[in-house]
């Protein structure tokens, strides 16, 4: 698996075997009526001064949706009120798949994007291969993505390395910030590297109920965490429903992990996320519960209570995904 490719941990060759996605309708678009109007709570996207829904599109999804498929997904996040679209250069055919809602609807969506390569002249060219995929002029958010490795990382924030293609970049009006993503049990901490070398305006990192009973990755999360709201940088999480590796069971879902599927655990699990203040979190990469995960969203009210998550945990055996 290339990580890459999977900042949402989206199962490419899965998605191609999948039926049409169905706009939201029945007992899989979650709770909410006809009649209602959803409200997805918004909060600043750090220093950029963009109110961003709470709940931000991860477009690993549309990897390889049609556009037919990728326009039903637009009427859901436009239903929900979602205004963040978070994308790469690495996700297939996403960025081609978007372009067409940033032409329907111009100013609507804060747009952001990734390079993966870790040279200055890779990553330059990516970035305006993205801007033409895109098609447009600019972009709000420039990440590094999935800056984990010890020698990619050293490579990238080196002189002739990526981040001088994203300086440049933004330099030049082509993108207005820039920052860093990645997963696993280790990337908090490398963050916090990150955070060290260079002013970033955003960071992308794992954070979920079960990711934070480890005390390595809680302690690190906790002081990139606290670094964030100091100099006001962005969090944006991800892997908020996510249950177990799949361990050999049958794949349902697109995701290379088993996601939460009922929309009660859903719920929960989001719920947990959003009782943080002062972060956001992606959508996973399954278009099919994108409509559950905006539902669970739209009706946060309150955190869960501690005995209510080891209730789940203990039912669903829930596991670490990362180790």
């Given at each position: 698996m290339n990580p890459i490719e999977d900042e949402y941990e989206y199962d490419y060759a899965l998605a191609v075997d999948r039926a049409p996605f169905p706009l939201a309708t029945g007992p899989d678009r979650g709770s909410i009526k006809p009649t209602e109007t959803p409200m997805i709570e918004k909060a600043l996207f750090g220093r950029t001064g963009h109110e961003s829904t709470r709940a931000v599109f991860g477009g690993a999804g549309l990897a390889k949706a049609t556009q037919e498929e990728a326009d039903q997904v637009l009427e859901v996040l436009l239903?929900?009120?979602?205004?963040?679209?978070?994308?790469?250069?690495?996700?297939?055919?996403?960025?081609?798949?978007?372009?067409?809602?940033?032409?329907?609807?111009?100013?609507?969506?804060?747009?952001?994007?990734k390079t993966g390569l870790r040279t200055y002249d890779d990553a330059k060219r990516q970035i305006h291969e993205s801007l033409k995929r895109l098609e447009v002029e600019r972009f709000d958010l420039i990440q590094l993505h999935s800056l984990?490795?010890?020698?990619?990382?050293?490579i990238a924030l080196s002189p002739k390395g990526a981040l001088e293609a994203c300086i440049e970049a933004r330099d030049q009006g082509l993108v207005r910030?820039?920052?860093?993503?990645?997963?696993?049990?280790?990337?908090?901490?490398?963050?916090?590297?990150?955070?060290?070398?260079?002013?970033?305006?955003?960071?992308?990192?794992?954070?979920s109920y079960i990711m934070m009973q480890n005390p390595y990755y809680a302690d690190a999360f906790e002081r990139v965490a606290?670094?964030?709201?100091?100099?006001?940088?962005?969090?944006?999480?991800?892997?908020?429903?996510?249950?177990?590796?799949?361990?050999?069971?049958?794949?349902?879902?697109?995701?290379?992990?088993?996601?939460f599927n009922e929309q009660s655990d859903i719920d929960?699990?989001?719920?947990?996320?959003?009782?943080?203040?002062?972060?956001?979190?992606?959508?996973?990469?399954?278009m099919?519960?994108?409509?559950?995960?905006?539902?669970?969203?739209?009706?946060?009210?309150?955190?869960?209570?501690?005995?209510a998550m080891q209730e789940q945990q203990t039912r669903l055996e829930m596991r670490p995904i990362f180790v």
């Open positions: 239903r929900y009120g979602i205004n963040h679209i978070d994308v790469a250069a690495a996700y297939g055919d996403a960025e081609l798949r978007v372009a067409p809602w940033l032409r329907k609807h111009p100013e609507r969506f804060f747009l952001a994007t984990a490795d010890p020698i990619e990382w050293d910030f820039i920052g860093v993503t990645g997963h696993g049990s280790q990337i908090a901490a490398t963050h916090l590297r990150s955070l060290e070398r260079f002013d970033f305006d955003s960071v992308l990192l794992p954070y606290a670094i964030c709201q100091e100099r006001n940088v962005a969090m944006l999480t991800i892997k908020s429903i996510a249950r177990a590796p799949w361990w050999g069971r049958e794949r349902t879902r697109s995701t290379w992990y088993e996601p929960q699990a989001v719920h947990w996320v959003l009782a943080r203040p002062g972060i956001h979190f992606a959508t996973a990469g399954d099919h519960l994108l409509p559950k995960v905006l539902d669970a969203a739209d009706r946060f009210t309150a955190k869960p209570d501690d005995a």
